[in-house]
C-alpha cells in the first residue's frame, strides 16, 4: 500500500510495459494545449497520466486524482527536456512522495530543463542539422537525399533525447538534477557551436553557389563570374550588419523588405 | 498556377506541417527544406521546391522557437512558398523569389495565428482548470485534443487562404517579370546566407576560438565550390 509519507526507494517502483510505452508516446504531443497561462502544465499530466492510473484504488481512486491534479499545475521546459521531468514525476507519484515535495521539485526544474534545451537543441542540435542539409544541397544532392538527410540525422538526435529525458528521470526520481550536470549536457552546446560555426563556413558558400545557379549552365560563365562573389560579398557584409545592429532587428524582415523591392522593381520596370 | 486538385492535398499537408512546428511531433518536417521540397513535390516542380526551401531554411535559421516568444511559423508557410515556387515550368523567372517572398510573408502571418491559438488555448484552459484540480482525465484529454485539432485546423486554414490569395498574386508578378535570373538569384542567395550567417555568429560565437572554427570552414567551402 503506498501512502503520502512513504520513504523513497532505492528501487524503482513497478511500472507496467503498456504504461511506459503510453507516456512515451504521448510526450510527442506534450504541448498540444501549450498557452500562456499553465505553459506545459496539462501536456505533463497528459503523458504522465497513464503510468497514475497504476496507482492504488486505479484511474477512480483519489491518488489517482491527486496526483493528475498536481501534474497539470504550471509548468514550463524544453518539450524535449519535459521527458526528463515526466519520468522522475511518475516515479515520484508512484513512490507516495509529499505532494510539497513534489510541487517544489516541479517548481524547481523549470529553469534549468528549458535553458538546457534551448541551448542544447534549438541553438545547437538543430542548426548544425540544418547546416548538413544545406551543405548536402550545396554539393548537388538530390532533394529525396537532402530531406531524409535531414530528418533521419535530426530525428536521431531527437528520440534520443525523448528517450535519454524520461529513462533518466525514471531511474533518478527526485535526485534527476544531478544527472542534468552530466558533462556532455554541460559542454554538449560548447562542442556543437563549434561545429555548426565550422559547417557553416563550408556550407554557406557552397549553398549560395548552388542558389546562384552555375551548374546546368542556367547562367551565362561571364555573369556567373560576376554574380558569385558579388552574391558572397553582398551576405557577408549583411551578417556583419545584421551582428552589429541590436539583437531586435529581425534578419527575415530585412529579408521580405528587400524581397518586396526586388518583385516591384522587376514588375515596374 | 495551381489547381483546385492540388488544394486539397496541399491543405492538409499544410495542417500536418503547421502542427508539427509546436504541438505534435516536433519531428522538424515542418522546417522549410523539407515542407518546401514536398510543397515543389506536390505542384511538379521538386527542384524549385528544394531551392526555394535552402533559402527559406537559411531565413529561418534566425528564429529560436523558445518557450513564450512570437516568431515566424515556418511549417504551412514554407510549403506555400515551395508549392507556388513549383507550379511553374522550370526556369520560370523570378518563380523562386516569389515563392521566397510568399513563405516569408505566410510565415509572418503564420506567426500570429500561432500567438491567437495560445491565447485560445489560455482560455480553454482556465475554463477547464476546477475540473482538473478535481483530477478530472476528462478534462485533461479535452483540452489536449482541442489544442491539438484547433492546431491543425489553424494549419489548413492558414495554407488554404495563402494559396487562395498568393496564387493569383504570383500569377500577374511572373506575367511581367524582367530581372534576369543572376542578378536575382544573386541578391537572393546573398541576404539568405547574410541573415543565416548573422544568426549563427550571434547564436555560436561565445564558443573558444569560435573565428577559428567559422574560417576553417569557410576556407574549405571554397576549396570545395572551385574543385566541383
Sequence with gaps: ?269 | MIDAVRLLPLTLLGALLGADVVSFPQAMISRPIVASTLGGAITGNVMAGLLTGAVLEMLAMETLPVGASRYPEWGSASLVGGALAGAYPAMTPGAVIVGVFVGVATAWAGGWSMYALRRLNGVWAERAVPAMEMGSRRAVMTLQLRGLTADLLRGAVLTLIALLVWTPVTDHVLAHWTIGRAASHSVLAAVAAGVAGGAIWRQSHGAAGSKWYLLAGAVLGIILLVLT
Design chain 1, 1 to 269: 500500500m503506498i501512502t503520502p509519507d512513504r520513504e523513497p526507494t532505492a528501487v524503482a517502483p513497478r511500472l507496467s510495459w503498456g504504461a511506459r510505452v503510453a507516456v512515451f508516446t504521448r510526450m510527442f504531443a506534450v504541448q498540444g494545449s501549450w498557452n500562456y497561462e499553465l505553459m506545459l502544465g496539462p501536456g505533463i499530466g497528459f503523458c504522465a497520466e497513464p503510468a497514475l492510473r497504476e496507482l492504488p484504488g486505479g484511474p477512480d481512486g483519489d491518488a489517482y486524482r491527486q496526483a493528475l491534479a498536481r501534474e497539470t499545475r504550471y509548468f514550463n521546459a524544453h518539450p524535449y527536456f519535459a521527458a526528463v521531468a515526466i519520468g522522475a514525476l511518475v516515479r515520484a507519484e508512484l513512490e507516495g512522495r509529499p505532494a510539497a515535495q513534489i510541487e517544489r521539485f516541479r517548481t524547481a526544474m523549470c529553469g534549468p530543463l528549458g535553458s538546457l534545451g534551448d541551448r542544447l537543441v534549438w541553438a545547437g542540435w538543430l542548426p548544425f542539422c540544418s547546416l548538413v542539409a544545406l551543405l548536402a544541397f550545396g554539393l548537388h544532392a538530390s532533394p529525396v537525399l537532402v530531406v531524409i538527410l535531414f530528418l533521419v540525422l535530426y530525428n536521431a538526435g531527437h528520440i534520443a533525447l525523448r528517450a535519454w529525458g524520461v529513462s533518466t528521470g525514471w531511474r533518478s526520481g527526485l535526485r534527476v538534477a544531478a544527472s542534468l550536470g552530466a558533462p556532455m549536457l554541460q559542454r554538449g552546446p560548447q562542442y556543437l557551436a563549434r561545429a555548426v560555426l565550422f559547417l557553416a563556413g563550408l556550407a554557406l558558400p557552397l549553398a549560395i553557389a548552388r542558389v546562384v545557379g552555375r551548374r546546368g549552365l542556367e547562367i551565362t560563365s561571364h555573369d556567373w563570374r560576376i554574380a558569385l562573389p558579388g552574391a558572397a560579398l553582398l551576405a557577408i557584409a549583411l551578417a556583419v550588419l545584421l551582428v552589429r545592429l541590436p539583437a531586435r532587428v529581425e534578419g527575415w524582415r530585412a529579408a521580405l523588405a528587400v524581397l518586396a523591392v526586388l518583385i516591384l522593381t522587376s514588375i515596374a520596370r
